[in-house]
Every structure is written in structure tokens, then in C-alpha cells.
């Protein structure tokens, strides 16, 4: 997608080191854009950790190049396989819900024992990392253009009305490699005419709606307006909210969904109000083993993304306060939306159930158990 004109992905090798990655650093979007070099695993597993990079597409790409790093930082094979699972135990550990993450560091631990040789390795490892990255560009899009019906349909419905979707955090173009999720099927339908208007949740605590999505919708020419967290239901039961679409960090093979804090009311709301809610997602984002959505781990944040709030001050970033000294906080960043709640899921193969036998359909070669790291 394009900033200011010119397209960007949110990560990619540099043009003229390969043994540097760069991102865009998304704690300080809309206000400041910067380009960060990664050239470490400890700089990758810091990106993630500290929300640099988010999303949990571009969590996983981010630690595949950092399993890259780890062949760049060991100059023998010797005790390679130790360096390699250090590195990969201190990549997983970052954030805990998004599946991806494992799933890439799966992907490139396999990849990379298939190397003999020291520079196989490192040679394999890059081209995977590359690989994972312009495949979920190409996921992202698919996902898109199987969306991309619903919003038509309903448009026609409206006689070209613009068509009001409610998303929420950012499950955008910058949370991916490039398209996004929940956002592919709008700017499908945006570049194909089709009149879209967004309502964006804010989604405190860190704001990654009104931060991020709205800016990335902006920068497209995309119709959106920003509402706090709370205004949703007040939304839906005007009729003011065609359809939600929403991502995922994972989803079981069941259909339940784990997304950002506040998804669950928003689908609590959908239904009592018969809005469709749709989770877009790609396959990378299922977990094959974990049958019951509750089990899955559910990161616990800093306290203080709660009780302090960021933004521009003038021309400055600063922080300001919002609570009691001595009040404490809890920080609980997803929530699950169980598979009841969701009217269909959005993959790159299509539309499916948010149930076992929907998502077996659409991938029926998918196994139940997966190699370990
Ligand atoms: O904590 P974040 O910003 O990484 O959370 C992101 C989300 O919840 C997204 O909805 C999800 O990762 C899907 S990204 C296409």
C-alpha cells in the first residue's frame, strides 16, 4: 500500500545490505515516520516484544528474519543446533497469543536443518524469510478478493450507498506484509468503486484503530471516522453498521477467535443487532492443535499502556497520565469470540463456517499435529 504516494511494504531486506532488515516503527505512526534497521535476533525479538512491528502476519515475518539473524550470528557449525533453538525460544517468547509467530519459527527451524552446510543455512533461511513474506502478500490479497462479495452485495442492497463496516485494533495492511486482513476486503472494494465507509474503534489501551488504521485508510483515501471503544453497540443498534469485519491471532480449528481486547463485545453486539461478523484471516493464523478457544494464552501487558495514554503534544510525542498514583491496572490484550458469535470466517481459499467441519472444508490436508521448534 502507498504512503504518500509511494508503496510501501511494512517490512523488507535492505536494498543494499542483506544482512539488514527494515520496518516501519509503529509506536510513533501517525505522527512520526521512521524506518528501523533490524540486524540481530535480539533487535527482532525486541521489535516484536515491544510492538515495533504487530500484527500477527507480520509477527511471524519479523521472527523469520530473525531466525535469519541467528545463521548471520554463528560462524561454524559447531553448536549451531543450540544457537539456532536459543534464538528461537528467545524469539517465541515475545508475545505469546499470535500463532504465527510459532508457526514461522516452525517453518524456518525445518527449513533451515534441511542445510547442510553453514552458508546453505543462511542462504535457506533468507530466501525462507522472503518466501513467508511474499506469500502472505499474496494470502492478504486472496483474502480480499473473497471478501470483497459481501461488501458488494450489500452495497447493491443500498443502491450504492456507501457501505458502513465496523473494524477494530488494526488488522490493516501494516499488521500484515502488505493488504492486511480485515482491510483487504475494503480497499478491494474502494479500488473497485464501491462506496466503503469505516467506523474505527479506537482500541485502548494502545490505540492501534485510531493510530494506525485510521492513518493507513487515510493515506488510501478511504472514508473512516474514529470512535472510542464503547460507541459500536450504540452504532449497531441504529443501523448505522452494515457488517464488522475484524482480524485474528488465532483462531482454533474450531473457529474460535482470539483478537484484540474489546472483539468480544463487538460481536456480542453484532448479534444482538443481526450485523454479520465477519474474521478475516489467513491459514497461518489457525491453530491445528488447540480445540477450545479458552485455552488459548492470552498476553498480559504492561500496566502502565493503561494508565498512561501516548499522542502528540505540539510537536512532540509525550505521555501523559490518566489514572491515581497508587491505582492499579490490569492490561489483558485479547480476548476470545467464540466460534457462535462469528458469521464466517474470511480465508484465502473463501468464505467458511467458523466451525470445525467449515474450516476442515477449505483445508482438509491440514494435520493436528505440527513439528516442534
Ligand atoms: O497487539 P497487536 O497490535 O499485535 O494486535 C493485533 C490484532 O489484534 C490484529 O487484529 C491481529 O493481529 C490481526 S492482524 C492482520
Not at 524456518?108 to 525462507?128: F, P, V, W, Y
Not at 456507501?162 to 488494526?170: D, F, K, R, W
Not at 495492511?173 to 492486511?180: E, F
Request: some cysteine; charged content about 20%.
Amino acid at each position: 500500500m502507498k504512503i504518500n504516494g509511494k508503496a510501501y511494504h511494512s517490512i523488507w531486506l535492505h536494498p543494499e545490505n542483506k544482512q539488514i532488515v527494515q520496518i516501519i516503527d509503529q509506536r510513533f505512526l501517525p505522527h512520526q515516520f521512521i524506518i528501523k534497521d533490524l540486524k540481530s535476533v535480539a533487535d527482532a525479538a525486541f521489535a516484536i516484544k515491544e510492538m515495533l512491528v504487530r500484527g500477527a502476519p507480520l509477527i511471524g515475518a519479523t521472527a523469520a528474519y530473525g531466525m535469519y539473524f541467528a545463521t548471520l550470528e554463528i560462524d561454524s557449525l559447531e553448536g549451531i543446533d543450540t544457537h539456532l533453538k536459543n534464538a528461537a525460544q528467545q524469539l517465541l517468547a515475545t508475545r505469546p497469543t499470535a500463532i504465527n509467530l510459532q508457526w514461522a519459527l516452525k517453518r524456518q527451524s525445518q527449513a533451515i536443518a534441511n542445510s547442510a552446510t553453514l552458508e546453505g543455512k543462511r542462504a535457506t533461511a533468507l530466501q525462507t524469510a522472503q518466501d513467508i513474506c511474499s506469500e502472505d502478500v499474496e494470502i492478504c490479497r486472496q483474502i480480499g478478493l473473497h471478501g470483497l462479495p459481501l461488501i458488494e452485495a450489500i452495497s447493491k442492497q443500498k443502491k450504492g450507498a456507501a457501505v458502513n463496516i465496523l473494524t477494530h485494533c488494526n488488522a490493516g495492511w501494516i499488521a500484515t506484509v502488505d493488504w492486511g486482513t480485515a482491510t483487504s476486503p475494503i480497499y478491494q472494494a474502494h479500488n473497485k468503486g464501491i462506496e466503503v465507509h469505516v467506523w474505527v474503534d479506537e482500541t485502548r489501551p494502545r490505540n492501534q484503530g485510531a493510530r494506525l488504521t485510521a492513518w493507513e485508510l487515510g493515506e488510501h483515501g478511504i472514508p473512516h471516522t474514529v470512535i472510542v471503544d464503547n460507541v459500536g453497540g450504540h452504532l449497531m443498534q441504529h443501523g448505522m453498521v452494515d457488517l464488522c469485519i475484524v482480524g485474528t491471532d488465532r483462531t482454533t480449528y474450531t473457529g474460535d477467535v482470539a483478537n484484540k481486547i474489546g472483539t468480544y463485545l463487538k460481536a456480542l453486539a453484532a448479534k444482538d443487532n443481526a450485523v454479520p461478523f465477519y474474521v478475516a484471516l489467513p491459514s497461518t493464523t489457525i491453530d491445528w492443535e488447540i480445540q477450545d478457544g479458552f485455552t488459548i494464552p492470552i498476553e498480559q501487558r504492561n500496566s502502565q499502556e493503561v494508565t498512561h495514554i501516548q499522542g502528540l503534544h505540539q510537536t512532540e510525542i509525550a505521555q501523559v497520565q490518566l489514572t491515581p498514583n497508587n491505582s492499579p491496572a490490569a492490561n489483558y490484550a485479547f480476548d476470545v469470540t467464540p466460534a457462535r458469535l462469528v458469521t464466517a470466517l474470511i480465508t484465502e481459499r473463501g468464505i467458511c463456517e467458523a466451525s470445525e467441519a467449515g474450516i476442515a472444508k477449505l483445508f482438509p490436508q491440514k494435520q493436528l499435529t505440527s513439528p516442534q521448534i
